[in-house]
């Protein structure tokens, strides 16, 4: 049975790029447990390690922090414009409700809008996000004594079970941090030493795998992380990418590297011995951390392990129930015969 609780709790804890601090807190709450000894590095990474028995390291990164904003101005009628923190596409965010997370610790509920005195020529166009606002519904003394630039801003959303899926903000990827606990939790044993990684500002460039795998040194990077699902309609067949119900998805490439061919290879075997559903991902944009992993120092066979995801980079990211649990399930089985792989040239 599924630990909807930790995924709602994971989902609806804010922390954009470089202000993790919130989820960080959960994150370690729940992977203290599972490890042999866990710290939180310079960039703010929570590193869990889970010691083996002469197996190769395996690092695993699933970036903690979420898409988001920083205040960047508050007019004269207290009215909040922001700088984003991660790809948005405007249409999805008018009369969207978002939270801005004040310096004091006070969270001011406020709501996404564009100009409402537009030509009748422009009515029905896409907005650029420079022309929405933020309405707190305070005055703009009230707003200018609260909000300091730089503030955050998150979208007020929660995480809920919809029919035999999961619809929340921040699937991508809170999501992939809960399939990184849970494979945790359902290992039985492992030869391999796990560093379990929660990193951070993944959104903004993984910076924060780059700076732990160069720091940790694994032998395998394997990241986790959701990918598109467009397969809904107006989406053609070549450009779904996977579906949701179908299996986890055994990356083949993405705009950040090819993963490694012994590593997709090596998961297709654990998938099909464990009856796992799985389908094979070509993702032509977007990257993950498998990308830093893979460069760092003289070089890592890294690869990316991910989950199906409808409407990515909006309030209603959908996950299915058994894509999840397949995931979780794959991590988990190929964790425990890893040590089997031989990845000599």
């Not at 890893?338 to 000599?344: E, Q």
Request: net charge negative.
């Amino acid at each position: 049975m599924m630990n909807f609780d930790l995924l709602k709790r994971l989902c609806e804890t804010p922390g954009i790029p470089s202000r993790e601090e919130q989820i960080r807190a959960v994150v370690t709450e729940a992977l203290t447990p599972l490890v042999d000894e866990l710290h939180v590095d310079a960039m703010g990474n929570v590193i869990g390690t889970k010691e083996g028995m002469g197996g190769p390291t395996v690092m695993i990164a699933a970036h903690m922090d979420e898409i988001g904003f920083i205040v960047k101005h508050v007019d004269d009628k207290g009215f909040v414009r922001v700088q984003p923190l991660g790809g948005f596409d405007p249409r999805n965010l008018i009369a969207q409700r978002v939270h801005v997370h004040c310096h004091t610790g006070e969270i001011l509920l406020g709501v996404f809008m564009p100009p409402v005195e537009a030509p009748d020529a422009d009515r029905g166009k896409a907005r650029k996000l420079s022309e929405l606002f933020i309405d707190l519904g305070l005055s703009a003394d009230d707003a200018k004594a609260k909000i300091e630039l730089g503030d955050p801003v998150t979208l007020a959303r929660t995480c809920e079970q919809v029919g035999e899926t999961i619809v929340s903000k921040s699937l991508d990827n809170r999501l992939s941090v809960f399939v990184m606990i849970e494979a945790l939790r359902q290992l039985s044993a492992s030869r391999c030493t796990i560093l379990a990684v929660a990193t951070v500002q993944e959104e903004i460039g993984l910076r924060g795998a780059t700076s732990a795998a160069y720091a940790l040194k694994p032998d395998i990077g394997i990241a986790l992380d959701i990918t598109l699902a467009r397969d809904y309609p107006g989406g053609s067949e070549p450009e779904r990418v996977t579906q949701l119900g179908k299996g986890t998805a055994i990356k083949i490439m993405d705009s950040s590297l090819v993963c490694d061919p012994r590593l997709v290879k090596d998961f297709r075997r654990v998938a099909d011995a464990h009856s796992i559903p799985y389908q094979l991902e070509i993702l032509a944009a977007g990257g993950t951390d498998a990308g830093a992993i893979q460069r760092s120092r003289g070089g890592v066979p890294s690869f990316t392990l991910s989950t199906p995801t409808r409407y990515v980079h909006t309030v209603n990211e959908m996950a299915a129930v058994k894509d999840i649990e397949a995931s979780i399930n794959l991590l988990a089985c190929w964790l425990e015969e890893a040590h089997l792989l031989s990845l000599k040239r």
